[in-house]
């Protein structure tokens, strides 16, 4: 008891005494930003190979489209996520010969490019999911394929895929956390320095992972807000 | 002769479709005329849905040819989409548009197309207009007689009066998600009716309603069909064929094996599939 209570001394002595909130600040700051503009590079991202890999195909254009975004996916889907950034860090910006002073747009774009595979696929489910009637319906009374995927299908789709999207955005705000890797000063380095004077980790993790859990209960009670909104339509 | 010619709505010749290496239709010959109901019966399995389907063009016909408006729908070339709106298709699943209330379901396509016409006439001026500038002799522009939010209203009179005629005025604001499968197959019968096609397509359309709904769809169809629509069923409700139909066509493996009026197939069936299926469904 008396331990917890010292190290809780210690903690707030670090945290607050020697304002190590500001770093910490600092830190969450960068981990919303990675996770934040990630996804949103990822729905961009997601959104085109989406629509790649749904379009009919009796072209051969749209044919081979497909087949680069196939690989596209199992390239992104099948490596980890420490291994693109590594090597989003320290070979391709070499060989691209630019220089950064941050990791952190390497973090931004190579968590973009992660979750843009995730991403189309989470869309790619959410589009097959509406029942092929309802095209075929609006085909039958003269509009086009790209009239009713936008004013049937997609609008229908959106409520498949937000939800989903929003376990994509906790995914990623929770793995920003290996943005150390290419010194990255995130929420988990910024806790990390307020234990390293006194080499104590206790508390700084236990906060931590506190703090991750907050954001992840504020983010999913929001998705399941947007989700009954959503569904309003029905019933 | 002449005559006969426009009398026929749509001409199908030698119409063939194969899914992969399956041949579902071999070669189906039939004049649909004006206002003429044909009914389509025949064993699960032997293509009358994929014909009917074939029509449309909602499955591409591998071979054949489909004449409707002057025009082959088989044709790649063609603007399927413009005879399509003049096509209408009824389908066994009712297939009404699940984030649109039942009004909006019924607007949506004459809306589209006339905002689409509109919208070409807009360009089309625009263009003129700026060539206008370099041209000594000004080229008038197309007169705009509406405007969106006119088509808007039109539509939803129309729609609204749809409705009033199926006694379905009070649902036009909910979700098709409230309404039991009749209202739904019924709604969805108008919806094709907005459109004003020549010819409508029903593909089943009571087989996925439960016993005491199959009824109100039947009495809608059959009162349009006394007004004359051209109407092409299939159906497994072999009473509503007969009372209904002008003509029977009994499609078995890919090819019509029998047709004729009711009496004629119903009562004197020459091909034993029809006499075998017969005694089974009847």
């Known amino acids: 008891?008396?331990?917890?209570?010292?190290?809780?001394?210690?903690?707030?002595?670090?945290?607050?005494?020697?304002?190590?909130?500001?770093?910490?600040?600092?830190?969450?700051?960068?981990?919303?930003?990675?996770?934040?503009?990630?996804?949103?590079?990822?729905?961009?991202?997601?959104?085109?190979?989406?629509?790649?890999?749904?379009?009919?195909?009796?072209?051969?254009?749209?044919?081979?489209?497909?087949?680069?975004?196939?690989?596209?996916?199992?390239?992104?889907?099948?490596?980890?996520?420490?291994?693109?950034?590594?090597?989003?860090?320290?070979?391709?910006?070499?060989?691209?010969?630019?220089?950064?002073n941050s990791g952190v747009p390497v973090a931004i774009i190579m968590f973009g490019l992660n979750s843009?595979?995730?991403?189309?696929?989470?869309?790619?489910?959410?589009?097959?999911?509406?029942?092929?009637?309802?095209?075929?319906?609006?085909?039958?009374?003269?509009?086009?394929?790209?009239?009713?995927?936008?004013?049937?299908?997609?609008?229908?789709?959106?409520?498949?895929?937000?939800?989903?999207?929003?376990?994509?955005?906790?995914?990623?705000?929770?793995?920003?956390s290996i943005v150390s890797f290419i010194a990255v000063t995130d929420l988990y380095k910024s806790f990390k320095q307020l234990g390293d004077p006194t080499y104590e980790y206790t508390m700084p993790y236990l906060m931590l992972a506190l703090t991750y859990l907050v954001m992840v209960l504020v983010i999913s009670a929001g998705v399941k807000a947007l989700e009954k909104w959503l569904k309003r339509s029905e019933r | 002769m002449m005559e006969n010619m426009n009398d026929i709505v749509l001409s199908i010749r030698g119409l063939t479709k194969k899914f992969g290496s399956l041949q579902v239709l071999r070669g189906i010959d039939l004049d649909i005329r004006d206002?003429?109901?044909?009914?389509?019966?025949?064993?699960?399995?032997?293509?009358k849905s994929t014909f009917l389907r074939c029509i449309n063009c909602m499955e591409d016909p591998t071979g054949g040819s489909i004449i409707f408006d002057g025009e082959d729908l088989v044709d790649m070339k063609v603007d399927i989409n413009v005879h399509r709106q003049k096509i209408g298709m009824v389908f066994q699943q009712f297939n009404l548009f699940n984030n649109k209330t039942v009004v909006e379901n019924i607007m949506l396509a004459p809306v589209?197309?006339?905002?689409?016409?509109?919208?070409?006439?807009?360009?089309?001026?625009?263009?003129?207009?700026?060539?206008?500038?370099?041209?000594?002799?000004?080229?008038?522009?197309?007169?705009?007689?509406?405007?969106?939010?006119?088509?808007?209203?039109?539509?939803?009179?129309?729609?609204?009066?749809?409705?009033?005629?199926i006694g379905l005025e009070e649902k036009a604001n909910v979700y098709p998600s409230t309404l039991s499968g009749g209202q739904k197959q019924r709604v969805a019968i108008v919806r094709a009716l907005a459109m004003n096609p020549k010819v409508i397509l029903f593909d089943e359309p009571t087989s996925a309603l439960d016993p005491e709904m199959v009824g109100e769809v039947l009495a809608l169809m059959k009162s349009l069909a006394d007004e004359?629509?051209?109407?092409?069923?299939?159906?497994?409700?072999?009473?509503?064929?007969?009372?209904?139909?002008?003509?029977?066509?009994?499609?078995?493996?890919?090819?019509?094996?029998?047709?004729?009026?009711?009496?004629?197939?119903?009562?004197?069936?020459?091909?034993?599939?029809?006499?075998?299926?017969?005694?089974?469904?009847?």
Request: with cysteine; hydrophobic share 45%.
């Open chain 1, 1 to 100: 008891m008396n331990d917890i209570s010292k190290m809780w001394q210690e903690f707030v002595t670090q945290f607050i005494t020697r304002k190590g909130y500001v770093n910490v600040l600092d830190g969450l700051v960068v981990t919303i930003e990675i996770a934040v503009l990630g996804l949103l590079i990822g729905i961009l991202i997601g959104t085109v190979i989406a629509i790649v890999r749904v379009m009919p195909k009796y072209k051969l254009l749209p044919r081979i489209l497909d087949k680069i975004c196939g690989c596209y996916v199992e390239l992104f889907r099948g490596t980890p996520m420490v291994v693109q950034l590594l090597i989003g860090y320290w070979i391709l910006l070499p060989m691209m010969g630019i220089q950064v």
């Open chain 1, 116 to 176: 843009g595979a995730y991403v189309s696929e989470i869309m790619r489910g959410g589009i097959n999911s509406v029942d092929s009637g309802q095209m075929e319906a609006g085909r039958a009374v003269g509009m086009p394929y790209s009239t009713t995927m936008l004013k049937i299908v997609v609008p229908q789709a959106v409520k498949n895929i937000l939800p989903t999207l929003g376990n994509e955005f906790i995914v990623l705000i929770k793995e920003t």
């Open chain 2, 35 to 47: 206002g003429e109901k044909i009914a389509i019966i025949g064993p699960s399995g032997c293509g």
């Open chain 2, 112 to 165: 589209y197309v006339g905002v689409k016409a509109l919208n070409r006439i807009k360009r089309k001026n625009a263009f003129i207009s700026f060539f206008n500038t370099f041209r000594k002799n000004k080229k008038p522009l197309a007169a705009i007689e509406t405007t969106e939010q006119q088509i808007r209203n039109e539509a939803k009179e129309r729609a609204l009066d749809l409705l009033r005629r």
């Open chain 2, 228 to 282: 004359g629509m051209t109407m092409v069923i299939v159906t497994h409700e072999m009473g509503f064929a007969r009372e209904v139909a002008d003509r029977i066509l009994f499609i078995d493996e890919g090819q019509i094996k029998e047709q004729g009026t009711p009496a004629e197939v119903f009562d004197d069936p020459k091909n034993p599939r029809l006499k075998d299926f017969l005694s089974k469904v009847l």
